[in-house]
């Protein structure tokens, strides 16, 4: 079992950046690979970024490519989302996830957070 709980959101200017943290319950954090997800109001819940469980390798949605970096610290238990150069069309709830499998949509993931909001204004 693992709990995640976000933190970092907030409201933000165009340009603006924020960092996004999970920390995760339970001892076995290093094993699993983590991912963000985001749900703007009226749309589905879409992948933003994702580590493998050692955090060796790096995935991102095209949308943040470049502006996004996932990057995790097993000893805090804890996995990080940067975000730089904040569009308004990055407004949406933030999600973090726990998979033991990997991947990039939303079923390969079994835990997941309660959300964030991040707001950024034009």
């Known amino acids: 079992q693992v709990q995640l709980v976000e933190s970092g959101g907030g409201l933000v200017q165009a340009g603006d950046s924020l960092r996004l943290s999970c920390a995760a319950s339970?001892?076995?954090?290093?094993?699993?690979?983590m991912g963000w997800f985001r749900q703007a109001p009226g749309k589905e819940r879409e992948f933003v970024a994702r580590?493998?469980?050692?955090?060796?390798?790096?995935y991102y949605a095209d949308s943040v490519k470049g502006r996004f970096t996932i990057s995790r610290d097993n000893a805090k238990n804890t996995v990080y989302l940067q975000m730089n150069t904040l569009k308004p069309e990055d407004t949406a709830v933030y999600y973090c996830?726990?998979?033991?499998?990997?991947?990039?949509?939303?079923?390969?993931?079994?835990?997941w957070g309660q959300g964030t909001q991040v707001t950024v204004s034009s």
């Open positions: 339970g001892r076995t954090f290093s094993s699993y690979a």
């Open positions: 996830a726990a998979s033991s499998l990997g991947g990039s949509t939303f079923n390969d993931y079994r835990y």
């Open positions: 580590d493998s469980w050692n955090g060796g390798r790096t």
